[in-house]
């Protein structure tokens, strides 16, 4: 039998955080339809590390299952895909991948459904957020871009939305609170590696694969005194 998911709780609970996760992933969802992201892709359609990142969530996010342990915590890679394709289109390719992760990860609608709020959507956005804060509050850098968006505002989103899922969510069983928090600290910190690392060497060969990357904004010359 499958270990409890990330996403398991109380009976009680289960009809408002449903409500909850569906009204987040929906909300985001037509945002997103509606800045029709697509109009930015040229005829030959998205650079191919945007799909093959895509098709590679569905194995992070099912990550507890496949290994049968509860404090495996998956990673959700969300934060790069939204620094790869903006945060309109990586909200579209959320709902893919958490079909995917049903499928191979033997998950129930709501547990897919929470995958995606909790592992695509409330990160990612996070990310976005804290990325438009870096923007207009530090020097447009390089190496800001690279570790300031890249590396710790991935880290930061997962974690928060690691810890926020914790708060709303009963803990799987077996584990304790204290335990899933350390967790998905880690999670998010191993998840952060990952995207700073991409996005470094994106930005050093192949910029037009990040679609939040523009020389004109982040290559700026050194202010002179």
């Known amino acids: 039998m499958p270990p409890p998911s990330i996403g398991a709780r109380p009976h009680r609970s289960m009809p408002g955080m449903l409500i909850l996760d569906a009204a987040v992933a929906v909300a ?11 109009r930015a892709l040229d005829a030959a359609g998205p650079p191919w590390p945007w799909l093959a990142w895509w098709a590679m969530l569905p194995a992070l996010w ?7 342990m ?16 903006g945060w309109p289109l990586a909200m ?5 991948v958490a079909l995917l992760t049903a ?5 129930g609608a709501a547990e ?8 695509g959507v409330i990160p990612a956005t996070l990310a976005m957020g ?7 509050w530090l020097p447009n850098q390089l190496f800001i871009y690279i570790l300031g968006r890249g590396f710790f505002a991935t880290a930061l989103a997962g974690a928060a939305a690691g810890v926020l899922s914790a708060l709303l969510h ?35 060969f192949r910029p037009h694969w990040l679609a939040t990357y523009a020389d004109r904004i982040w290559l700026q010359p050194p202010a002179r005194g």
Request: hydrophobic share 70%.
């Open 28 to 38: 985001a969802l037509l945002l997103a339809l509606a800045l029709r992201p697509w």
């Open 62 to 68: 099912g990550a507890d299952r496949y290994v049968d």
């Open 70 to 85: 509860a404090v495996a915590q998956p990673l959700s890679g969300a934060c790069l895909l939204m620094l790869m394709a």
């Open 92 to 96: 579209l390719g959320l709902l893919p």
């Open 103 to 107: 499928l191979f990860a033997d998950l």
């Open 112 to 119: 897919a459904l929470h995958r995606a709020v909790w592992l």
């Open 130 to 136: 804290l990325g438009a804060a870096i923007r207009r």
């Open 170 to 204: 009963a803990a799987p069983a077996g584990l304790e609170p204290g335990d899933l928090m350390l967790a998905r600290f880690l999670a998010a910190w191993g998840d952060a590696f990952l995207a700073g690392m991409i996005v470094a060497i994106f930005v050093a």
